[in-house]
């Protein structure tokens, strides 16, 4: 059982999304705005749609935290639709609903699919749900497991490395002390030159009607060695973190480190080998060996296809007639892979957090920290001088 649970609900357009956390210690300094600060990283992004600009995140944290500080009960947030009252009339809770059903699915969502699966005529049922709004609540309790993880000097941090065809391929990991540069960046990236070829990509794309995917990397800082563990497959930390991205909407393939690269070279290369104190001088790996962090950085790499609400419209089946039909439209970004980072970043934040809590354990923040020291200790110990 994971010992940091957590369960979102809320649909697009619906009054509000809620978070549930369960299972934080005590003691975790716990604050509104720096909430909020990460659900503004989120919003950001060059290519965002009209939706962004109106979203507020208008949170409130309802139970868990008193006094600025955890109490380790359940933490619950409500993050308010600031245009409920456009809405309600499309999202009532009893009354019949206003507005026209959407019959056309589009291709690349949930649209088609969950009509099937619930017997639903109107993708509105399916899509309010799908939609990415959802990672907003993500966000808010992944911020506080990287307040948690911070207490234990581990930080997470994402750049974006591709859009479209523009690529900083053999872009340098960033240091931790970087975050604050990449989030100066429109679209997330470290590189200037780079920046400003994705940002002409997205522009080129939304002229065109069009969408642009891309890749993301996550990187954590300051992991102890050992988390995760080998001994059964759903204890193993790259299953558990390559789990939680892949369920980030759009997300299509995840690398650890090097991966698909080290898959066409020949072993002798693809390894990180140990030196004599124990640690490695690449990270070819990604920062697991064996379904444990090897101490230090795990890097892992998300790729999001491009978004498939177009103007471009794709074609679909008009299901109130049976006809060929072009999809319908709704509100779309061209390009969310700068705000993908930020969701990435939080889910990886909450599977280490869970990783920490499963391997030192505590109720309260200052007993989890004496466990990590103490392990950290024994650990040095066995370095050879
Ligand atoms: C931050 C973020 C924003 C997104 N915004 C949009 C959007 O504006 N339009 C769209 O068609 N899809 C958007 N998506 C992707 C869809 O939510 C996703 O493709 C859809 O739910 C189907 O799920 P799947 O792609 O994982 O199969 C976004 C995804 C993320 C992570």
Known sequence: MAHLRYLTAGESHGRALVAILEGLPSGLPVSVKAIEDELVRRRHGYGRGPRMKIEKDALEIVSGVRAG???GSPIAIVINNSEWEKWRHVMPVEDPPAGNELTRPRPGHADLVGMLKYDFTDARNVLERASARETAARVAIGSLAKALLRELDIQVLSHV???GAVSSEEAAVPLPA????IDGSPVRCLDPGTSEAMVR???EAQAQGDSLGGVIEVVAFGLPPGLGSHVHWDRKIDGRIAGALMAVPA????EFGNAFTVAGQPGSVSHDEIEPDLTRSTGRAGGTEGGMTIGGTVRVRAAMKPLSTLKKRLR????SSGQPAEAF???TDACAVPAAGV???????????????EMFGGDTVDDLKAAHTRYLTRVEERRPR
């Not at 997300?251 to 995840?254: A, D, E, L, Y």
């Not at 679909?316 to 299901?319: A, G, P």
């Not at 990435?344 to 920490?356: K, P, R």
């Open 343 to 357: 969701v990435c970043e939080a889910v990886l934040a909450l599977v280490l957090a869970d990783a920490v809590l």
């Open 178 to 181: 970087q975050g604050e540069t």
């Open 329 to 331: 439209q709704e509100r």
């Open 161 to 163: 490395v591709q859009i």
């Open 69 to 71: 500080l955890s109490l």
């Open 201 to 203: 990509a997205i522009d």
């Open 316 to 319: 679909t089946v008009d299901l």
């Open 251 to 254: 997300i299509k393939g995840v």
